[in-house]
């Protein structure tokens, strides 16, 4: 009942500093595949309607909620990606339905970058765009679509999103990210980027400031883009595609989260180990220039076949501040065992 009341006390508190007219509280989680229909069997159970109900209080909190959307919403067909075995075959094809399921939990706006969004061809990534857009939520990354500029609740918003991947906005192409969030800069009051990069696996948790490889592929300098995106004039930086959860940075006065892992992953992710928990993250920024004030890491796990829940271990904290001490020493925030993030 006490660890009840202080996760209710810290979030109004958050609450009510996100709801002054001079700060605004952003959220932010990782990877999201609520269940794919492809191979059948894989769909979670009261057909996923109650995936999202154990943070759901965690994901409302913030005045804009952002996460990945790793894979299509797509009912059937599609051409599906090559795949020499079907049953081995990692393409996520989500039910329609389930979209609403996400402005039902508080997203806001989601990325479409992402080495999954192509898993059922052009079809798939058509379906997926609608998709989104019946459920009212923003969305950017695709080549198509790299950056969206929207109100919310009075605030004007710049989004953008950026994959190593066919058919979404490159993160290899820095250049071409810096005009983007540029434009975006001179337009809006608060600008997000997302980015899906990285090497993959439970290995890959560090941040290595170099371009990172898997299997053959260039991911992309993740320490390189993520700071030009902001030395261009982005406010803050959340990062996904490694599916396990990495450092946060501070760099002039934005905030970086460099993973934030498997958020929402039912069947077909490995949620062993690193792979199964991951953070919630809110963070509080001035809204005249998006500065950082403060943030909270709020940690979750996922057992069995997936779907968030919180997790009283808080190993996505403990992991956040053994990385971020090991790979930004000199950072100037502090993270505290509960999961309150300060500047030093």
Excluded: W
């Amino acid at each position: 009942m006490r660890f009840s009341i202080t996760v209710t006390l810290l979030l109004t508190v958050f609450r009510l500093t996100a709801q002054s007219s001079d700060t605004l509280l952003i959220g932010g989680v990782g990877d999201i595949m609520i269940g794919t229909n492809y191979p059948a069997g894989h769909l979670p159970s009261n057909d996923g309607k109650d995936l999202f109900s154990p943070v759901k209080e965690y994901l409302t909190a913030p005045d804009l909620m952002f996460g990945n959307c790793e894979g299509t919403f797509l009912d059937s067909g599609g051409t599906i990606k090559g795949c020499s075995d079907a049953k081995k075959c990692y393409a996520f094809r989500q039910p329609t339905r389930y979209a609403q399921y996400l402005t039902e939990a508080g997203f806001d706006v989601m990325s479409t970058a992402n080495n999954h969004v192509g898993d059922f061809g052009e079809e798939g990534r058509n379906s997926t765009s609608a998709t989104l857009s019946q459920a009212g939520l923003q969305f950017a990354g695709l080549v198509t679509k790299p950056y969206i500029i929207f109100n919310h609740n009075g605030v004007k918003y710049g989004f953008a999103a950026f994959a190593p991947n066919t058919c979404t906005q490159d993160i290899r192409d820095i250049p071409e990210a810096k005009r983007i969030v540029a434009l975006l800069d001179s337009a809006c009051e608060i600008v997000i980027v997302s980015f899906h990069g990285g090497a993959e696996g439970a290995t890959r948790n560090h941040v290595t400031k170099q371009t990172e490889m898997f299997l053959g592929e260039n991911r992309g300098n993740v320490y390189e883009f993520a700071h030009a995106c902001i030395d261009a004039g982005a406010d803050i930086v959340f990062g996904h595609g490694p599916h396990v959860t990495r450092a946060v940075e501070l760099y002039k006065d934005r905030f970086i989260a460099y993973s934030m892992g498997n958020f929402c992953t039912y069947s077909r992710f490995n949620l062993s180990g690193n792979g199964g928990y991951a953070p919630i993250i809110h963070v509080n920024v001035e809204r005249n220039t998006g500065k950082f004030i403060g943030g909270k890491i709020i940690p979750i796990k996922q057992p069995g076949e997936g779907g968030p829940v919180y997790d009283d271990n808080k190993m996505a904290i403990k992991d956040i501040q053994s990385l971020t001490l090991a790979d930004f020493p000199s950072t100037p925030i502090s993270i505290a065992d509960d999961g309150v993030i300060t500047r030093k």
